[in-house]
């Protein structure tokens, strides 16, 4: 019988997570530019606005929140989520959390938001696509299909957004402090077992 925790991969060091992210981010980024340049995909505008970031730091907080009930109430997610976190969390230092943020929020949401929203149609149909393929990018063992169905309910709200108001600065911004807030608030309440320092 197999631990309902367990993962299906190794855990890793706090470098190789940094390579991971660094790497993961720079494919992106290249998968991004290749799709948009060959698809002639016009890619959503980022607007820095006061508005764009309000509305992305709402979403943000909304999710958090969101995820917080969902945390409690779903077993099977709760445990699908602290096996997650454990495996790309508990190396890292807090410093290195700047880079949790930053990396996924920016390249994934080029990618998913900026490109594959407008290269599948901008509509209801390409949202629901984008956002699937999101979720299953967060899939790390057989047993985190919980936490696939909540990435890709989080990527229907940031593509939701991109849609609404037009603007990459939203789900972008949203994104990172997400993985921010989500990120920080689960290595504080798992101080007390971090075994990195």
Same mark, same amino acid.
């Given at each position: 019988?197999?631990?309902?925790?367990?993962?299906?991969?190794?855990?890793?060091?706090?470098?190789?997570?940094?390579?991971?992210?660094?790497?993961?981010?720079?494919?992106?980024?290249?998968?991004?530019?290749?799709?948009?340049?060959?698809?002639?995909?016009?890619?959503?505008?980022?607007?820095?606005?006061?508005?764009?970031?309000?509305?992305?730091?709402?979403?943000?907080?909304?999710? #958090?929140?969101?995820?917080?009930?969902?945390?409690?109430?779903?077993?099977?997610?709760?445990?699908?989520?602290?096996?997650?976190?454990?495996?790309?969390?508990?190396?890292?230092?807090?410093?290195?959390?700047?880079?949790?943020?930053?990396?996924?929020?920016?390249?994934?949401?080029?990618?998913?938001?900026?490109?594959?929203?407008?290269?599948?149609?901008?509509?209801?149909?390409?949202?629901?696509?984008?956002?699937?393929?999101?979720?299953?990018?967060?899939?790390?063992?057989?047993?985190?299909?919980?936490?696939?169905?909540?990435?890709?309910?989080?990527?229907?709200?940031?593509?939701?957004?991109?849609?609404?108001?037009?603007?990459?600065?939203?789900? #972008?911004?949203?994104?990172?402090?997400?993985?921010?807030?989500?990120?920080?608030?689960?290595?504080?309440?798992?101080?007390?077992?971090?075994?990195?320092?």
């Amino acid at each position: 019988m197999t631990n309902p925790n367990s993962f299906d991969m190794e855990p890793l060091t706090r470098t190789q997570i940094l390579v991971v992210m660094g790497v993961t981010a720079i494919i992106l980024l290249i998968v991004a530019k290749i799709w948009q340049y060959f698809g002639s995909v016009a890619l959503i505008k980022i607007q820095f606005s006061p508005d764009g970031l309000l509305y992305g730091a709402a979403l943000a907080g909304i999710i #958090i929140v969101a995820s917080s009930i969902v945390y409690r109430l779903w077993p099977a997610y709760r445990q699908s989520a602290d096996a997650y976190l454990q495996l790309v969390l508990k190396p890292l230092v807090w410093p290195d959390l700047l880079w949790l943020g930053l990396l996924p929020g920016l390249s994934e949401e080029l990618l998913f938001r900026g490109v594959m929203l407008p290269a599948l149609g901008y509509d209801f149909f390409a949202l629901i696509l984008s956002s699937l393929v999101f979720g299953v990018l967060h899939l790390s063992g057989s047993q985190q299909w919980p936490y696939v169905v909540w990435a890709t309910i989080v990527g229907f709200a940031l593509g939701y957004s991109a849609l609404m108001t037009d603007n990459l600065l939203v789900p #972008i911004t949203a994104h990172i402090i997400t993985n921010w807030m989500s990120s920080g608030l689960w290595k504080f309440n798992n101080r007390n077992s971090d075994v990195t320092s």
